[in-house]
């Protein structure tokens, strides 16, 4: 009987495990949306991310698990949702119970020489198991860790450690240091340059030794305060930024909406309305910072050509979520509108021939750690509660039929959110606090609530009954 297409490359990762298993090149960027041409915008200048996304598949659909670094950071990482593990803000510690491993860990367990370098986790969380951590590199954590670290008060916790919690600041001021836009100074090489320096001595070593690695390399840049290289920030024009098809110059709560689907800004125009202009140019700011971080792509996988690895070498390039530039007058992260859940993901095997393809399935990113390690032909990790991504590399209109499930947390309150390929459905607080319907296929900006339209009374019976049994929900 003939192979399938999957045969073949079932085959292939057979025989090449029998061999040598595949490197690993994990890029993580911090606060990069789908803006990037890539995706279909027409202002940024990416070739390094254009070359990347020619030999990858490119997920049209891919959702963050929380719309906030170190929530999804942690989900990615652990592969698990946020309501599993409990981080749901940017400073509770991750922890996993015994046997149970991150995905650096996880291969290093299997052989791979191990690196990471940059932003990869968000705080003090650096992916190896407590009994080989040491006072620099403190690993994940125990749950008695975690319970003395959350002995703060809730009102600390909320103003001083997760403000994303809240709809309204308490105190502006303190976020005065993320709204600075503009250069560095004259010669400064900028925050990701040093991070791609590391992680091409770490290609160069491994290349060396020999061995199967994983390389985890996590760029801080578009992520605030927005300043780049003067270089960067001349390739772009203020006056030619696209303003929304929904901006406003502050955040307003739109009648028929839950009040928890807004947010006051805190990284940028913290606590105060924005002009026409000020808007302009913070969007300049960020696509400066992603063409420098661009940039240093570029540098690593040069590097990774030249070390002779390049064809036996997965790579993964991701943004943690999305970001809003001004889109309900609301800017950077923390809400479940689609603009801040969705985010780039690609993925390019040397052993499939991609060409630039993409897949319009809903994938989510706690789906990245099954994926890779199905690809390098590991033993699976049980503890994984997402789906291996690898029948959509083969086809990537293949079948499937898998919601993506996001939450956010509003007053100690949740938020959870599916999306399928056409609706967004979202309950906070079990519905308690309000609930929102979104027919991407007629309101791609999300400017219209169904949710009460009795002419979708049927969806919405339909999509409660999937979150019901949605694994972000406890029971």
Request: aromatic residues 10%; positive net charge.
């Amino acid at each position: 009987m003939p192979l399938t297409r999957r045969g073949f490359l079932s085959a292939a990762v057979a025989a090449q495990t029998a061999a040598r298993r595949p490197n690993v090149l994990f890029i993580a960027v911090d606060d990069l949306d789908c803006r990037i041409p890539a995706y279909g915008d027409r202002v940024a200048k990416t070739p390094n991310i254009d070359r990347l996304a020619r030999r990858a598949v490119r997920f049209d659909h891919a959702y963050c698990q929380f719309p906030l670094c170190n929530p999804t950071r942690s989900a990615v990482l652990s592969g698990r949702y946020p309501t599993t593990t409990g981080v749901l803000d940017n400073n509770t510690w991750l922890t996993l119970e015994p046997g149970a491993a991150t995905l650096p860990e996880y291969f290093r367990r299997h052989g791979y020489n191990v690196a990471t370098h940059g932003k990869i986790w968000h705080g003090p969380n650096r992916g190896f198991a407590p009994a080989e951590a040491t006072p620099g590199n403190p690993g994940w954590f125990t749950a008695a860790q975690r319970a003395e670290q959350q002995k703060l008060s809730p009102a600390h916790w909320d103003e001083s450690y997760s403000p994303y919690r809240n709809l309204a600041l308490l105190n502006a001021a303190q976020y005065a240091a993320a709204n600075r836009i503009g250069p560095l100074p004259g010669g400064a090489r900028g925050q990701d340059a040093p991070i791609a320096d590391d992680a091409i001595g770490s290609l160069r070593t491994f290349a060396a030794e020999g061995k199967p690695f994983f390389l985890a390399t996590g760029f801080h840049k578009p992520h605030v305060p927005l300043v780049a290289p003067q270089k960067f920030f001349d390739m772009y024009d203020p006056a030619a930024m696209p303003l929304p098809a929904d901006f406003d110059t502050e955040p307003r709560h739109l009648p028929g909406f839950p009040r928890d689907e807004f947010r006051q800004n805190i990284d940028l125009f913290a606590g105060r309305s924005f002009t026409v202009q000020e808007a302009r140019e913070a969007m300049r700011a960020y696509y400066a910072c992603i063409s420098y971080m661009d940039e240093q792509l570029g540098r690593v996988l040069d590097a990774l050509a030249e070390s002779g690895q390049e064809k036996n070498t997965l790579i993964v390039f991701w943004g943690d979520h999305g970001w809003h530039l001004s889109e309900k007058g609301m800017w950077a992260k923390g809400t479940l509108f689609e603009v801040s859940a969705r985010g780039p993901l690609f993925i390019s095997d040397p052993r499939i021939r991609i060409d630039g393809r993409a897949s319009s399935r809903t994938v989510q990113y706690i789906d990245m750690y099954p994926t890779l390690v199905d690809l390098c032909g590991l033993p699976a990790a049980p503890w994984c509660e997402g789906t291996s991504l690898r029948p959509l590399l083969e086809n990537p209109e293949a079948a499937w039929n898998r919601p993506a499930h996001t939450v956010a947390v509003r007053n100690w309150a949740i938020g959870r959110s599916i999306r399928t390929e056409r609706w967004r459905y979202t309950e906070w607080d079990h519905g308690k606090r309000g609930v929102a319907l979104f027919d991407h296929d007629k309101d791609p900006h999300e400017m219209r609530n169904l949710a009460e339209d009795p002419a979708h009374k049927d969806t919405v019976a339909t999509m409660k009954a999937t979150l019901a049994k949605s694994p972000i929900v406890k029971r």
